[in-house]
């Protein structure tokens, strides 16, 4: 009897495991593949928004034109069909909005019932016009052609120059200037996280006493521990200034200021993980090298520095990674402008602080939305090379040293 | 024959521990001397006097006199550097560093400051013979020295050891890890050596002792027992300890 109650609760409580376990496999594959189906949704569509056309006078001899110069002509900056490989004509913009100009509210009707014919007659009439209009006014009838765009590939994604998902008619999904802040500013990150974190870790690891170690390690641990937005304010409010006045900025967020936020905060990635690799160099090989004369600084640059460097690696790495995916304080410092930055003080914006910023005004289902999630693929992508470069680094490091 | 390994009365305390009590012997130059005893018994502790490796352990504390070459190792001012590439030292396991054959070797002379190409691969050369290693590995001098045995590991230690030309090679228990073949190896290369420098050699293995050593001393629990030629110790032993420990009753 006894027995089959312990049997009966063993088959539970694995039943329970088992249950779990694959709720969280699964959740986590279910996360990434929705993850892809949204982000993937944007690649071969029209950058423009859904029930929206742009079209120009049937005699226009231009056939297509990329999403840049859609951009540039409804902005002005070009305003000659020459510019576009056209004839040499001027463009006459036209939006919905225009309407009144060109029509009287007799002419369209007390319930706007005349609109679509009074945009054919404009169209038609006009040979240098284009027209941003509602393609539900667009059919067979109608006196004018469409202007095909670009369709949105892989290609024009990474490469696209320009981040500007609400532009219309065409909406500019460029992640370069993005994934350049990213890099820029993680990059940057590194350079001051790695020198520090190192040097700390040295120092924790082989020259400071037991007691000392004892008060350091949970400090470093702390740092660790405090909320990102956090970091981000102490950014905004000592080091963004701080770096403006220095460097006489008319704006103190710049890539500079995320790379020093983010390196205070992948420090105690990298020095946790490099002084756990730091000590588990062996005694005996620490002795064999003092036993050879040298002094304790030349055994920590020759020997256990070397010993510990796929260890150092990979907290390099996972401080990187760190640095890559954080959100919060690099969205409150970094000044958020989505173009390519030439130097450090410049102002950029990262791919997850993008995200962050611009899900909320993104509407649910349509280009722009689908765009941050293609954005977070990226993110994705990125991340998990790391992970398992970090893990090839690992498991190198085990086989050489049996 | 001048003495030149001397201690006066050596006591070491871990902390509250008295792991040495008052050990005074001599060692003379070109033999082997022995160390057997217990674990535990402060034979190793008593080895890493003489290059004073035990400065590295926290709350050490040693008192009385260990003279090389009449002079006093512990003495205030005394280069710890220069000790140490006048005593080299070979561990109980074998641990070379992460780097090439020829870098293990060379590195003793490049930790103290030799910069010349040509004296380092003459030295590295050189040490290897004398390690009777150098047939084995000389046409992959630029691989790990992970990728040797563990006694040809071993024998690059020596090899290392002898690098920077001391005069006293202290070895703890330096065929312990290894196996048979390997060990006799070990065993020849002592007799080798012996020519040329004073060997130290803490061991677990009384044969050992026995075949290699001219001089035996016995430790137990922190106390020199018996200090005599090898050939006494094993024949004629005068402690009962001694005679215990060496046929095997205890230890």
Redesign the interface.
């Known amino acids: 009897m006894r027995n089959s109650i312990k049997r009966f609760v063993e088959k539970i409580s694995e039943s329970i495991l088992f249950l779990s376990s694959t709720v969280t496999t699964l959740s986590v594959l279910l996360i990434v593949i929705f993850l892809f189906k949204e982000g993937l949704g944007i690649f071969n569509k029209d950058p423009i928004e859904e029930g929206q056309m742009v079209v120009i006078n049937k005699n226009n001899p231009i056939r297509k034109v990329v999403s840049a110069d859609i951009k540039n002509i409804f902005d002005q900056n070009i305003t000659n069909w020459k510019q576009v490989g056209g004839k040499d004509d001027s463009i006459i913009l036209f939006r919905m909005d225009d309407i009144g100009n060109y029509f009287t509210e007799e002419q369209l009707g007390d319930t706007f019932q005349f609109v679509p014919q009074c945009l054919a007659k404009l169209v038609d009439s006009i040979p240098g016009i284009i027209a941003y209009i509602p393609s539900k006014y667009f059919n067979k009838d109608f006196p004018a052609r469409e202007l095909p765009m670009e369709k949105i590939t892989v290609g024009s994604f990474i490469k696209g120059k320009e981040w500007f998902p609400t532009a219309q008619p065409a909406a500019q999904l460029g992640v370069y200037p993005l994934l350049i802040g990213t890099l820029i500013v993680s990059l940057g990150a590194i350079l001051i996280a790695l020198p520090l974190g190192l040097a700390t870790a040295i120092f924790m690891a082989e020259i400071a006493s037991e007691r000392l170690r004892k008060i350091l390690k949970p400090l470093v641990e702390l740092l660790a521990g405090i909320p990102s937005v956090v970091y981000g304010f102490f950014g905004l409010v000592v080091i963004v200034p701080f770096i403006q006045q220095v460097f006489h900025l008319p704006v103190g967020e710049t890539a500079f200021a995320g790379s020093v936020v983010l390196g205070i905060m992948a420090l105690p990635t990298i020095i946790t993980i490099s002084e756990d690799a730091l000590r588990t160099t062996p005694r005996a090989m620490k002795e064999a090298s003092l036993a050879l004369g040298a002094n304790k600084w030349q055994t920590i640059h020759r020997v256990i520095v070397p010993y510990a460097s796929s260890g150092i690696t990979a907290a390099a790495i996972l401080g990187i990674g760190r640095a890559i995916g954080e959100t919060m304080a690099v969205l409150m410092v970094t000044g958020n402008a989505a173009v390519i930055p030439h130097t450090w003080l410049e102002p950029v914006r990262t791919i997850p602080a993008t995200i962050a910023a611009e899900l909320g005004e993104a509407p649910h289902g349509g280009l722009h939305f689908k765009a941050l999630f293609a954005l977070a693929c990226i993110l994705f992508i990125i991340t998990m090379a790391i992970n398992l470069f970090v893990a090839y680094i690992s498991s190198k490091n085990k086989m050489s040293k049996r | 024959m001048s003495l030149i390994i001397e201690t006066k009365d050596v006591n070491l305390y871990y902390g509250d521990f008295h792991a040495l009590k008052g050990i005074s012997m001599e060692m003379q130059p070109n033999t082997v001397t022995a160390f057997i005893g217990p674990s535990g018994c402060g034979k190793s502790t008593y080895l890493r006097l003489f290059?004073r490796?035990n400065d590295?352990i926290?709350a050490v504390k040693i008192t009385g006199t260990i003279n090389i070459d009449g002079k006093n190792v512990y003495e205030k001012g005394v280069d710890i550097?220069?000790l140490?590439?006048k005593v080299?030292?070979v561990?109980?396991?074998p641990?070379p560093?992460?780097?090439t054959i020829f870098e293990n070797i060379a590195?003793?002379l490049?930790?103290?400051g030799v910069g010349d190409k040509h004296f380092i691969e003459d030295r590295v050369e050189r040490s290897l013979k004398q390690a009777a290693l150098w047939e084995e590995v000389k046409d992959k001098l630029k691989k790990?020295a992970?990728e040797l045995s563990g006694g040809q590991q071993q024998r690059l230690?020596i090899a290392?050891?002898l690098a920077?030309e001391p005069t006293i090679l202290l070895m703890d228990e330096p065929a312990s890890a290894l196996d048979p073949i390997s060990t006799s190896k070990i065993e020849e290369l002592i007799h080798e050596l012996k020519k040329n420098y004073t060997i130290l050699i803490v061991t677990h293995n009384m044969q050992q002792a026995a075949r290699v050593s001219d001089a035996t001393a016995f430790f137990y629990l922190g106390n020199l027992v018996e200090f005599g030629t090898t050939k006494d110790i094993f024949t004629h032993p005068n402690d009962i300890k001694t005679q215990n420990y060496i046929t095997g009753r205890f230890g």
Do not use: H, T, W
Request: hydrophobic share 35%; with cysteine; glycine share 8%.
């Open positions: 290059n490796m590295l926290d550097v220069e140490r590439r080299g030292m561990f109980q396991k641990n560093f992460p780097k590195y003793g490049r930790v103290n790990s992970f230690c290392r050891a920077i």
